[in-house]
Antibody
Framework: QVQLVESGGGVVQPGGSLRLSCAAS????????MHWVRQAPGKGLEWLAF????????YYADSVKGRVTISRDNSKSTLSLQMNSLRPEDSAVYYC??????????????WGQGTLVTVSS | QSVLTQPPSVSAAPGQKVTISCSGS????????VSWYQQLPGTAPKLLIY???KRPSGIPDRFSGSKSGTSATLGIAGLQTGDEADYYC??????????????FGGGTKLTVL
């Protein structure tokens, strides 16, 4: 069965950096695009980034462009999100999600359980 | 302010039917497939409807989706208390200014009275 397990969340000071990871299993990781989505406490879903199956094309939300980098290691079935210059408003649960496999993306068919990031001094 | 507009909340009695609307524009809903997600309290979102009107395996046919022009609708029939959740629509936005990005609606909280 498909499993997505995020890790790397925690408490970080404003201006700091954090690298989130998502370990994927149960499907051929290299065949599918992947997304990062976050949800601030009590708020809705906010899409952050998408990376195509081979990593050749990436897309970012304007709200995080220039501060985050999405990447993948298909040999390790791992998705990553490098986040820099973190702000208190970046505090949220961060989810990785598997795309159903189309370009442009059409839907997210599996989600991880999320990892909590808190930006606070 | 979300690119896709959903009502903040809807409610209905058990056994009734409810619809949740999702309004967008030609660059997103008008030009791309819509999907819907259910988020039960304290859990990760789950895919409910994909490609406007298709249900993944395991999703009961009480859940339905449709799209017309720049709007989409999620229907939930035979409401159960277990359907109380937040529901989100989403789609790709092909607008040149965005360079391509995914957009979600603001979410709709369903209360089963």
């Amino acid at each position: 069965q498909v499993q997505l397990v995020e890790s790397g969340g925690g408490v970080v000071q404003p201006g700091g950096s954090l690298r989130l990871s998502c370990a994927a299993s149960g499907f051929t990781f290299s065949d599918y695009g992947m997304h990062w989505v976050r949800q601030a406490p009590g708020k809705g879903l906010e899409w952050l980034a998408f990376i195509e199956y081979d990593g050749n094309n990436v897309y970012y939300a304007d709200s995080v462009k220039g501060r985050v980098t999405i990447s993948r290691d298909n040999s390790k079935s791992t998705l990553s999100l490098q986040m820099n210059s973190l702000r208190p408003e970046d505090s949220a649960v961060y989810y990785c999600a598997k795309d159903r496999g189309w370009i442009p993306p059409r839907s997210f068919d599996y989600w991880g359980q999320g990892t909590l990031v808190t930006v606070s001094s | 302010q979300s690119v896709l507009t959903q009502p903040p909340s809807v409610s209905a009695a058990p056994g009734q039917k409810v619809t949740i609307s999702c309004s967008g524009s030609t660059s997103n809903i008008g030009d791309n497939y819509v999907s819907w997600y259910q988020q039960l309290p304290g859990t990760a979102p789950k895919l409910l409807i994909y490609e406007n009107d298709k249900r993944p395996s395991g999703i009961p046919d009480r859940f339905s989706g449709s799209k017309s022009g720049t709007s989409a609708t999620l229907g939930i029939a035979g409401l159960q208390t277990g359907d109380e959740a937040d529901y989100y629509c989403g789609t790709w936005d092909s607008s040149l200014s965005a360079g391509g990005s995914w957009v979600f609606g603001g979410g709709t909280k369903l209360t089963v009275l």
